[in-house]
């Protein structure tokens, strides 16, 4: 049974602060700020008041080595339940811009694949 959430941030209709919104490749602002998903039942909906995280490469790498509380704060969340076991539930999170002092933190990292599969393949 699939188990996965897609949640999608949108912009609230016509919310202030358009500028911060993403620009998609051809150029257009487009009012999905984010999407994020995860599977089983351990995470919760997100609910208002909650701003979702954005993540940043600060040591100009362009891998992501940190993770702030964004912008963008979830005003009204409509969940659409999956319609069948091999299809993803589906959250829309309304946000509203309200601008924020961001906190980075450096993002915890785990361990690399190809160390875990070598630990793996050592065991007898």
């Not at 490469?57 to 659409?80: E, I, L, M």
């Not at 999956?82 to 450096?106: G, H, K, L, T, V």
Request: charged share 25%.
């Amino acid at each position: 049974m699939n188990k996965r959430t897609l949640l999608i941030y949108r912009a609230s209709g016509s919310a202030e602060g358009w500028r911060d919104r993403k620009l998609m490749p051809s150029g257009l602002l487009t009012q999905t700020l984010a999407e994020h998903s995860f599977c089983g039942d351990h995470h919760k909906l997100p609910e208002p008041g909650d701003r979702f995280t954005v993540l940043d490469s600060q040591d100009g790498s362009g891998q992501t080595t940190h993770a702030a509380k964004g912008d963008w704060v979830v005003s009204r969340v409509v969940y659409y339940p999956r319609p069948n076991d091999d299809e993803p539930a589906i959250a829309i999170c309304y946000c509203d811009y309200s601008p924020a002092d961001q906190d980075w933190q450096p993002v915890k990292r785990g361990r690399l694949v190809p160390e875990m599969l070598a630990e793996v393949a050592a065991i007898p």
